[in-house]
T-cell receptor, first 114, second 115 residues
Framework: DAGVIQSPRHEVTEMGQEVTLRCKPISGHDYLFWYRQTMMRGLELLIYFNNNVPIDDSGMPEDRFSAKMPNASFSTLKIQPSEPRDSAVYFC????????????FGPGTRLTVT | AQSVTQLDSQVPVFEEAPVELRCNYSSSVSVYLFWYVQYPNQGLQLLLKYLSGSTLVKGINGFEAEFNKSQTSFHLRKPSVHISDTAEYFCAVSQTGAGSYQLTFGKGTKLSVIP
């Protein structure tokens, strides 16, 4: 298996622009997670899906952030409009439902908002 | 709610020397404990886990960790490090059972192995 795939790996955009981050989880995994990593706050869980259904989005910082999972093999995290404080590394991870703690992470998308 | 404290943000160590990365946690409920490793420009990878049973757990790449309930600690050790162990290490905790998906991570410890 190729592991969790994320694109793009790097994104530089100007404040106010829409940003879409993409994730392909490991085939057969039931859970999909989106995390944000910053120096100040470390790793934070933003949202997770169970069988494509959003279960807990309490970590999503604001209404500017939205996430979707239209099918078992694809998810997006969208920021609209983007702000400089959104600059971070965004990770997608997936897992089996009976081992939800054993999460497989993608390589991340480094987002820079200028 | 849980919290994790990694006491050292950076640990430099010479190659072939032993290393211990410290982790303390706080929780009002039973927990699972984990160490994840992040190599440069990569995602996190599970290194080892404690779910139940023996308090000494062994992971990949020669690492081990010991769960100490009275000290609420889960320190990571390796008797002899290699250059390839240079990475950032994250301690994490989750509730047992249905809440186990919710990992709470520490801020990380950067291990630098010096040739």
């Amino acid at each position: 298996d190729a592991g969790v795939i994320q694109s793009p790996r790097h994104e530089v955009t100007e404040m106010g622009q829409e940003v879409t981050l993409r994730c392909k989880p490991i085939s057969g995994h039931d859970y999909l997670f989106w995390y944000r990593q910053t120096m100040m706050r470390g790793l934070e869980l933003l949202i997770y899906f169970n069988n494509n259904v959003p279960i807990d989005d309490s970590g999503m910082p604001e209404d500017r952030f939205s996430a979707k999972m239209p099918n078992a093999s694809f998810s997006t995290l969208k920021i609209q409009p983007s702000e400089p404080r959104d600059s971070a590394v965004y990770f997608c991870a997936s897992s089996f439902i009976d081992r939800a703690y054993e999460q497989y992470f993608g390589p991340g998308t480094r987002l820079t908002v200028t | 709610a849980q919290s994790v404290t990694q006491l050292d943000s950076q640990v430099p160590v010479f190659e072939e020397a032993p290393v211990e990365l410290r982790c303390n946690y706080s929780s009002s409920v039973s927990v699972y404990l984990f160490w994840y490793v992040q190599y440069p420009n990569q995602g996190l990878q599970l290194l080892l886990k404690y779910l139940s049973g023996s308090t000494l757990v062994k992971g990949i790449n020669g690492f081990e960790a010991e769960f100490n309930k009275s000290q609420t600690s889960f320190h990571l050790r390796k008797p002899s490090v290699h250059i390839s162990d240079t990475a950032e290490y994250f301690c994490a905790v989750s509730q047992t059972g249905a809440g186990s998906y919710q990992l709470t991570f520490g801020k990380g410890t950067k291990l630098s192995v010096i040739p």
